[in-house]
């Protein structure tokens, strides 16, 4: 009887051994393997994460840790863990709006600058929000119709419906969607902000009847354009470039082209802050870029990186010196201020 008790007493110890092993104690996540700690990093996923991935090489073993990517950014969500002090993600990469909104709203950390080294990316860096890399919204075609020589060079030209014929499309939502209209409509690069909503819904009507879908998902425009569903497309630059590189018969024009510099930033309450402006100090660093701008047409956050990456490289980003005068830049601020009005019209005009 009394072995029979002591095999019970064994039993129930190593039980609660067990348990006690598989928990931080504190609600934070862990790999339950030598007391890493897991840090979740959400990003939009596809070609863009992948390079992610290779940029943050080596993050892991320097710090003990184990990095779990997810995809993707949702803002209402961010708020959601916020408010219900349930904090899941650590790192997110986002639209540079949201570092502004998200800040104002309590949704966010601020950033560690005492950890975050600001060489070569300080030009981007805010409160809230780093710096994540560049990418692009251009003018997209199908190259079974078009060539470089026959597509549309400008937006105008977009707009022109009898000179360049077929179905066009647009991203369902009113960033870079009404700059565009604004530059067709003959507005200067450079005095696009503040924009003038009315008359950018003004020039979207004049081509609204040949928009035969809004996308809203990134890997949308690549689809629809390979296989003939549509001519024409307002589109990120990186897909199509990628699709391209995988056999499909599509190509961009990067003359006037919105340059989009998106953010990194950290929810508030995550119980991993301290490893997570280590991430973002990693992860912008100038021989990162490199990696990631090896990987993806994207630009660096650094700025630093353009010394490092070869010229055959470097032609290929939205962020090449080369198109500088040729594109406009997104302006963050303005979007955070007034992207819930402008939506709300935006919408309102879409089921006009």
Known sequence: MKSKWIAIVMTLIMVVSLTACGSS?????????????????VT??????TALKKAAEGFEEANNCTLQWESAPDYSKVKAMVDAGDVQWDVMSCDSDFAFRGGKQGLLEKMDYNVIDKDGIEEYCSDYGIPAYTWANVIAYNSAKYTAETAPQTWAEFWDTDKFPGERSFYKFPYQTLEVALLADGVSKDELYPLDV??????????????????????????????????LISAWAGRINSAKAEGSQVDIVMNQAIIVTDSWVVPKGTKHKELAMKFLNFITRAEAGKTFSENITY?????????????????????????????????PEYWAENYDAVNEKFQAWLLE
């Open 25 to 41: 104690g504190d609600g934070s996540q862990s790999s339950g393997s030598g007391g890493k700690e897991t840090l979740v990093v």
């Open 44 to 49: 939009w996923g596809g070609e863009l994460e």
């Open 198 to 231: 009315d008359r950018a819904l003004k020039s979207l009507d004049k081509i609204k009847d040949k928009v035969s879908t809004w996308w809203e998902s990134g890997a949308q425009p690549q689809q629809m354009l390979s296989s003939g569903q549509v001519d």
């Open 299 to 331: 630009g660096p956050a650094n700025e630093k990186a353009y010394d490092l990456l070869d010229q055959s490289i470097i032609d290929t980003l939205p962020s090449a010196p080369k198109y500088k005068d040729m594109v406009a830049t997104y302006d």
